[in-house]
């Protein structure tokens, strides 16, 4: 049974406040000046509500991530959004994209992917047989004991 791979999004602030790491997992998050905001930008040159990032689903089963100038009710920026040295109303967001908010203020995206680890219980047959004679240290044997009628290990299956 093929696993999905697992995936981390990370969103990466840089503004006046210095570097900051977010991990997006939540279905909205709200980006600006305003201290409401989900994700805080320290800047006088950016919007209250600067921008918004939106989930949405792949059709497999996971999601990507996309950001809309100013917030879902259709109110912009004063600045708008540079995305990669572009200017765009919403983009639906790749790894290491680069979002400008406005002077000294940025974003960078992450989109890590990792494959599963499938983990199945042990299968009950799988076991190893040891002969009782493997077992102890040989230094623990006496140098009288006469061990000419072993023939090694005896397994049993």
């Not at 995936?7 to 006046?16: K, T, V």
């Not at 600006?32 to 059709?59: M, N, W, Y």
């Not at 979002?99 to 299968?123: E, S």
């Amino acid at each position: 049974m093929p696993q999905e791979p697992h995936q981390n999004h990370l969103l990466i602030i840089e503004d006046d406040k210095g570097r900051r790491e977010y991990v997006l997992d939540a279905p909205v998050y709200s980006i600006g000046r305003d201290p409401k905001c989900d994700i805080r930008l320290v800047s006088q040159f950016v919007s209250r509500r600067h921008a918004t990032l939106v989930q949405l689903p792949h059709e497999d089963g996971s999601y990507y991530y996309r950001i809309v100038d100013g917030n879902l009710k259709g109110k912009t920026s004063a600045n708008g959004l540079l995305i990669n040295g572009r200017k765009f109303q919403n983009h639906d967001l790749q790894n290491s994209d680069q979002v400008v908010f406005g002077p000294q203020v940025r974003a960078i995206y992450y989109l890590l992917k990792r494959d599963a680890i499938q983990t199945v219980p042990p299968d009950e047959f799988d076991i190893t047989l040891i002969s009782p004679n493997m077992v102890g240290d040989p230094e623990d044997m006496d140098e009288d004991e006469d061990d000419s009628d072993d023939i090694g290990p005896t397994v049993h299956l």
